[in-house]
Each structure stands twice: as C-alpha cells, then as structure tokens.
C-alpha cells in the first residue's frame, strides 16, 4: 500500500488564510468607516464654502456685534457643546438659544437645523448597525442599512449645528431684536416680584449679587438721579430712558 506522502500535495491548501475576508461584519464595518470619513470630509468642504460666501460678500455676521453680544453667543455655545466637537444638537441648540434670549417654539429650531445643519456622524451606532444587520441576513442587509442611514441622517434630531452656522443664526437675530424687548429684560431681572418699578431694595440685591461694593447713600443717589415722577423708585419708562439716551 503506498504511504500517504505519495499523494501530490495540493497548492492551494495552505492559502486560505490569504483569501479575502468576506463576512458580514467585516463588510459593514468597512461600510461604516468609509461612510465616516466621507462625512466628515462633506462637513470640513460645507464649512470651507461657506467661509469663502462670507469673505467674497464680506458679511462676517459677528463683525456686526458688540464685543459682549460676541462673547455671550461663543459661551452660550461652548457651555452647552458638552463634547467640544464644535456642533450642538437640537436640545443643546434650543437650550442656548434660551439663554441667550430667544425662547423659540419647537417648529423654529426644526427649521434652523434643517436649513443649516449637517448629519450626526454615522460611525456612532455603526457597531449596533451591525448586530442588527447580522441578525437580519444578508437578503435584506442593504436595503435595512440604506433605509437606517437616510432617516437618521434627515430627520431633524439628528441634525447637528456646527458653530460657525450658530454664530450666523444667532448675530441675526440679535441685530432684527427690537433694542426695547432686550432692555425690559432687563428691567424683569431687577423688578423682584414683578412690581413694574425698581426700587432700593432691588438695587441693593443686583449689587450683592454682582459683589459690587455700593453703600445705601451710593444706591438711593442713583434712584434720585433717574426717578422722574418723584416715587423713590424706576419704573420701565425710566428704565428705558437711561439705557436708550
């Protein structure tokens, strides 16, 4: 009988660990990476345009701002980009535009975000994508992940702000603000209980707050100067008057 060694040896026996790996998963997540990086590379062209549309119109929308309307919109912003990516979320979006004011109703900053937002990284969930897709089969496999991408990447929750876009949402709105409704705010913060007038109490409470050092003579002084119908006390009219003159 011959020894087995006569048999011829077959070439191709030793080379599948060099075959391509065509599973499941590595396709998806070869998927998911690319997708990643393309949308990352959209992101930087979309901000890349639009810095190059501000300088040939040369309308740098913060440039229109006061140096404290400036800082305010950059902190609101930073103080609620809680993972310093640069973009901000609906929630985050809505959150310091009330901070900074504006108060708008769902159906607004939906529009904002659609207008000019960018797609939420896809990468995020991609390892869940994968489990799902895995379970589901490779019959249906593209059209479950194509059907996932679109709605998450339109709907407008996830839909990302980058700050450029808010700095240029918010400097219009603070320029088409009527310069009245900003001042009576104001006045609401110092009017404790919602007299209609500020009085020494008032005054005396904003400058604990605020650590300022003002002694009562200092305080009533600065009622006296401005109260003009003689009530010990600035109502918004006058109130008006000395951050409007």
Known sequence: ??????????????????????????????????????????????????????????????????????????????????????????????????????DLPKAEIVAILQTHGVPADPSASSQQQQQQQQQRGTGNMAAAAAGTTTSSAHHPTRLLLPLAQFQ???????????????????????????????DLQDLRRVARELGEGLGEEELAAMIEEFDLDGDHAINREEFLAICLQ
């Open 1 to 102: 009988m011959a020894s087995s060694s006569a048999f011829p040896q077959r070439p191709f026996a030793g080379n599948f660990s060099k075959l391509p790996d065509r599973s499941l998963g590595g396709a998806f997540g070869a998927t998911s990476t690319a997708q990643a990086r393309e949308q990352q590379r959209l992101e930087r062209e979309r901000e890349r345009l639009e810095r190059e549309r501000l300088e040939r119109e040369g309308q740098d929308p913060m440039s229109q701002l006061t140096e404290d309307q400036e800082r305010e919109v950059n902190e609101a912003f930073g103080l609620f980009d809680l993972d310093k990516d640069k973009k901000i979320d609906y929630h985050e979006l809505k959150v310091a535009m009330k901070a900074l004011g504006f």
């Open 168 to 198: 240029a949402v918010m400097a219009q709105k603070i320029q088409a603000r009527d310069p009245r409704e900003e001042v009576l705010r104001a006045f609401e913060l110092f009017d404790e209980g919602g007299k209609g007038k500020i």
